[in-house]
């Protein structure tokens, strides 16, 4: 494959990715995190997530309402701790089922492709 036809890939790849970054990010706030273990937490998975992806985003999450956060000052580093809100734990709900009726469709989709080869 040409470098030019792997950039257009790449691109497709990120801006698919870039749609589940949420999802994937509010699936592991049931419990509180701060931004650090989150990465860890996260990269363990196979999902992986940089620091100047995820801050920005659990910044806009909480202001929207859908996560809420609490300092912990009681280690040698304070800490700011995230977790879903009452909104999000509704958001979250939502979206996953949003997330399996797509993916649902998707796969028909892909599968059907797949018979007429």
Same mark, same amino acid.
Do not use: C, H
């Given at each position: 494959?040409?470098?030019?036809?792997?950039?257009? =890939?790449?691109?497709?790849?990120?801006?698919?990715?870039?749609?589940? /970054?949420? =999802?994937?990010?509010?699936?592991?706030?049931?419990?509180?995190?701060?931004?650090?273990? =989150? /990465?860890? =937490?996260?990269?363990?998975?196979?999902?992986? /997530?940089?620091?100047?992806?995820?801050?920005?985003?659990?910044?806009?999450?909480?202001?929207?309402?859908?996560? &809420?956060?609490?300092?912990?000052?009681?280690?040698?580093?304070?800490?700011?701790?995230?977790?879903?809100?009452?909104?999000?734990?509704?958001?979250?709900?939502?979206?996953?089922?949003?997330?399996?009726?797509?993916?649902?469709?998707?796969?028909?989709?892909?599968?059907? &492709?797949?018979?007429?080869?």
């Amino acid at each position: 494959m040409k470098k030019g036809n792997d950039d257009v =890939l790449n691109g497709i790849t990120q801006e698919m990715r870039r749609g589940t /970054i949420t =999802l994937a990010v509010l699936s592991q706030l049931q419990e509180p995190q701060y931004g650090y273990s =989150l /990465i860890v =937490l996260m990269n363990e998975k196979g999902f992986e /997530i940089e620091a100047n992806t995820l801050y920005p985003l659990l910044r806009r999450l909480e202001k929207q309402g859908v996560l &809420e956060s609490s300092w912990d000052t009681d280690g040698t580093k304070p800490r700011k701790y995230y977790k879903l809100s009452e909104f999000g734990l509704d958001a979250y709900s939502r979206l996953t089922a949003a997330w399996k009726n797509l993916n649902s469709s998707i796969n028909i989709l892909i599968d059907e &492709e797949g018979d007429n080869d």
